[in-house]
């Protein structure tokens, strides 16, 4: 199976800053997994306006995706605390 590329959006790097260091480590190896396995167990495709979307759960936190099989790309949309990522979509 062939690995995906990882991108980020413009505006993770700013989801990011308000995350403490330990935190953005379990993100970072979550992302990192995705490149093998852009569906792994647990993810689930968001409904509404937004179905392109996937996430997945790292502790409080969720990783909001889209995926892109024919180019065989990964683009990480936004992350945030589990409470208010919802909102933004």
């Known amino acids: 199976m062939s690995q995906y590329q ?4 413009r505006r993770v790097k700013k ?6 260091s330990q935190e953005i480590t379990k993100i970072k190896q979550a992302i ?8 792994p167990i647990g993810c689930k495709k968001l409904k509404g306006k937004n ?3 996937f996430r997945i759960r ?13 180019k065989l790309l990964i683009l990480i949309v936004c992350i945030g605390h589990r409470q208010e990522i919802y909102e933004r979509f």
């Open 6 to 9: 990882i991108e980020f959006d």
């Open 15 to 20: 989801d990011l800053r308000s995350i403490n």
């Open 32 to 39: 990192a997994k995705l490149a093998d396995n852009p569906r």
């Open 51 to 53: 179905n392109d979307y």
């Open 58 to 70: 790292v502790g409080n936190y969720r990783i909001i995706y889209a995926i892109e099989d024919s």
